[in-house]
């Protein structure tokens, strides 16, 4: 089974220059998440789509950033104009979803390699 | 407020020592808990999960997690470090239901030979 692909896996810009990121999920994973992680931290969540339609976006700087998920299948996260503070890794994750009591195993999360971003 | 915490930023060991990854979550309802692993360059690698029953989780790799409700902790552990091990890990919890995942700052490990 192939994994979470994401490309590129390194980008350089410099300030206030845009960037996209893109992410295509395992095959018939519904649920697909945009994280950043930021050197020495924690990934952090940025937005969650369920199939096509936005879950959960409120750590989304959204004067910046912005993500879609047209078909249910591939995501693009993009930033415009890009600052500083945005260099990090952009990890996007996908998982089933939609799992409860016996069935929560359908909600792991299953991790891409991520893109590194510096922003000079 | 959901949080992981992970006191530990920094750990070495010597290779054929045993290893043990602090964890402690603070939640409001019953947590479902991950162990994940990420080396250089790479994205995060799922080692174990706890939802329920056995409170002793057995993951890949050699590496096991207790999960304690009393402490709030579920501390990751390996009974002899490989090389290969040395790695960054990550603690994370997440709701019973829903996909709303909480990680920890992460623990680096190197292995000294």
């Known amino acids: 089974e192939a994994g979470v692909a994401q490309s590129p896996r390194y980008k350089i810009i410099e300030k206030r220059q845009s960037v996209a990121f893109w992410c295509n999920p395992i095959s018939g994973h519904a649920t697909l998440y945009w994280y950043q992680q930021i050197l020495g931290q924690g990934p952090k969540l940025l937005i969650q789509?369920?199939?096509?339609?936005?879950?959960?976006d409120s750590q989304l700087p959204k004067d910046r950033f912005s993500a879609e998920r047209l078909k249910g299948v591939d995501s693009t996260l993009k930033i415009q104009p890009a600052k500083l503070e945005d260099s990090a890794v952009y990890l996007c994750?996908?998982?089933?979803?939609?799992?409860?009591?016996?069935?929560?195993?359908?909600?792991?999360?299953?991790f891409g390699a991520g893109t590194r971003l510096s922003v000079l | 407020a959901q949080s992981v915490t992970q006191p530990d930023i920094h750990i070495t060991v010597s290779e054929g020592a045993s290893l043990e990854l602090r964890c402690n979550y603070s939640?409001?309802?019953?947590?479902?808990l991950f162990w994940y692993v990420q080396s250089p360059g790479q994205g995060l690698q799922l080692l174990l999960k706890y939802f329920s029953g056995d409170t002793l989780v057995q993951g890949i790799k050699g590496f096991e997690a207790e999960f304690k409700r009393s402490q709030s902790s579920f501390n990751l552990r390996k009974p002899s470090v490989h090389w290969s091990d040395a790695a960054e890990y990550f603690c994370?919890?997440?709701?019973?239901?829903?996909?709303?995942?909480?990680f920890g700052t992460g623990t680096s490990l190197t292995v000294i030979p």
């Open positions: 789509f369920q199939n096509n339609g936005v879950v959960d």
């Open positions: 939640y409001g309802a019953t947590p479902y």
């Open positions: 994750a996908s998982s089933l979803g939609g799992g409860t009591g016996q069935g929560l195993a359908k909600n792991i999360q299953y």
């Open positions: 994370a919890v997440g709701p019973y239901t829903g996909n709303q995942f909480y």
